[in-house]
């Protein structure tokens, strides 16, 4: 449990109170993940300051599509990559392979899915819709099916997240 988000989202009263209850009642830990990202979500106006991939992790495991906190916790660690990576982020037939490829395709359809429809009208690239079938292939062959089958969600989700 990221301590330093939760000291930033709440109030030292309801801190203790929420690290207590973590650490005497296992039961209750996924609730408390998922009331903290809920948390995040709803404080638009608030700047946190603290580890981003703890705050990816937490708003990744809000999402009730996806079939296991590992999952998630791919996914985030996929956004982590290319979050601060604008000029990278566009997958390339060329010179991007394997996981690399899939999880650039994944940030893209989420984050810059009109510069890859640009690239494709304008410049004979392939369609999003062809980066998203050979990224959900490369998903599947390396293993991971479960980002494969809910890669659309995903794009959702984190495009309405975090556009």
Same mark, same amino acid.
């Given at each position: 449990?990221?301590?330093?988000?939760? /000291?930033?989202?709440?109030?030292?009263?309801?801190?203790?109170?929420?690290?207590?209850?973590?650490?005497? $009642?296992?039961?209750?830990?996924? #609730?408390?993940?998922?009331?903290?990202?809920?948390?995040?979500?709803? /404080?638009?106006?608030?700047?946190?300051?603290?580890?981003?991939?703890?705050?990816?992790?937490?708003?990744?495991?809000?999402?009730?599509? @996806? #079939?296991? /906190? $590992?999952?998630?916790?791919?996914?985030?660690?996929?956004?982590?990559?290319?979050? $601060?990576?604008?000029? $990278?982020?566009?997958?390339?037939?060329?010179?991007?392979?394997?996981?690399?490829?899939?999880?650039?395709?994944?940030?893209?359809?989420?984050?810059?899915?009109?510069?890859?429809?640009?690239?494709?009208?304008?410049?004979?690239?392939?369609?999003?819709?062809?980066?998203?079938?050979? #990224?959900?292939?490369?998903?599947?062959?390396?293993?991971?099916?479960?980002? @494969? @089958?809910?890669?659309?969600?995903?794009?959702?989700?984190?495009?309405?997240?975090?556009?």
């Amino acid at each position: 449990m990221p301590l330093a988000l939760i /000291e930033e989202l709440y109030g030292e009263k309801d801190c203790g109170t929420i690290k207590k209850l973590f650490l005497e $009642d296992p039961t209750s830990r996924i #609730s408390l993940r998922e009331a903290i990202g809920n948390k995040i979500v709803l /404080e638009k106006d608030k700047i946190l300051t603290t580890n981003p991939l703890d705050i990816i992790c937490l708003l990744c495991l809000t999402a009730k599509f @996806a #079939s296991s /906190e $590992d999952e998630c916790h791919r996914v985030a660690i996929t956004v982590y990559q290319f979050y $601060d990576k604008p000029n $990278d982020v566009l997958p390339s037939i060329v010179s991007d392979e394997g996981l690399q490829f899939a999880s650039k395709t994944l940030t893209a359809l989420a984050f810059r899915v009109k510069a890859l429809e640009k690239k494709w009208k304008y410049h004979g690239a392939p369609s999003p819709n062809f980066y998203r079938q050979v #990224s959900k292939t490369v998903f599947n062959t390396h293993g991971q099916k479960d980002i @494969a @089958a809910h890669h659309e969600q995903w794009e959702g989700f984190l495009g309405e997240l975090f556009v």
